[in-house]
């Protein structure tokens, strides 16, 4: 009914940038929070940053001054430009998004993307 459809992982040198995008579609009434998580073998998900619908965002401290999320409410998408990058960001990457049906339209659910992978090398 609601999916989250990522863009953009790869590989690149440490120093460099990656753009992540992410879609949502379906029968969407309205968006909440969306966000971006990463995660690594053996550890938990961790949330990279996320952003309002009014557009204020969040960030870990680990990518605070270099990574910066945006979004499209008319899109219903949500991005990540990742610059500077270290070979710690290296990880999967995932799209989150609180959103409500038109069949739910007061139940705001989480949904995720399929992940991508994002791999910096040194």
């Known amino acids: 009914q609601v999916q989250l459809v990522e863009s953009g992982g790869g590989l690149v040198q440490a120093g460099g940038s990656l753009r992540l995008s992410c879609a949502a579609s379906g029968s969407i009434f309205s968006i909440g929070v969306m966000g971006w998580y990463r995660q690594v073998p053996e550890k938990q998900r961790e949330l990279v940053a996320s952003?309002?619908?009014?557009?204020?965002?969040n960030y870990a401290d680990s990518v605070q001054g270099r990574f910066t999320i945006s979004r499209d409410n008319a899109k219903n998408t949500v991005s990540l430009q990742m610059n500077s990058l270290k070979p710690e960001d290296t990880a999967v990457y995932y799209c989150?998004?609180?959103?409500?049906?038109?069949?739910?339209?007061?139940?705001?659910?989480?949904?995720w993307g399929q992940g991508t992978q994002v791999t910096v090398s040194s």
């Open positions: 989150n998004a609180d959103i409500s049906t038109y069949s739910r339209r007061w139940s705001l659910l989480p949904y």
């Open positions: 952003i309002t619908s009014a557009g204020s965002g």
